[in-house]
Nanobody, 119 residues
Framework: QEQLVESGGGLVQPGGSLRLSCAAS????????MGWYRQAPGKQRELVADITSGGSTNYADSVKGRFTISRDNAKNTVYLQMNSLKPEDTAVYYC?????????????WGQGTQVTVSS
């Protein structure tokens, strides 16, 4: 049914940039909210950014002004452009697709991609 495949992670120096991509399968992409989460070692998973089906965006305070989330419904793909990267951005980044049907909520997750920011 719904499958998410992430790409674009890697090792970068502080101040560098990366662009993460998440390609979704299935028929519900354009109706779904999409998000990027991350989890650093020893810490809980946190929301980085999300985007609604209508294109409204939301960002964690820690990444505002540096990260940009966008979506291309024609390609069933959501992106996370990450600029001015800091060591504290190091984490596994996960793509999330959320489908809401009345009171029911369904979450689909990608496999995660490692982002390491280090000198």
């Amino acid at each position: 049914q719904e499958q998410l495949v992430e790409s674009g992670g890697g090792l970068v120096q502080p101040g560098g940039s990366l662009r993460l991509s998440c390609a979704a399968s299935g028929s519900s992409f354009s109706d779904s909210a999409m998000g990027w989460y991350r989890q650093a070692p020893g810490k809980q998973r946190e929301l980085v950014a999300d985007i609604t089906s209508g294109g409204s965006t939301n960002y964690a305070d820690s990444v505002k002004g540096r990260f940009t989330i966008s979506r291309d419904n024609a390609k069933n793909t959501v992106y996370l452009q990450m600029n001015s990267l800091k060591p504290e951005d190091t984490a596994v980044y996960y793509c999330n697709q959320r489908i809401k049907r009345y009171i029911r909520v369904y979450d689909y997750w990608g496999q995660g991609t490692q982002v390491t920011v280090s000198s």
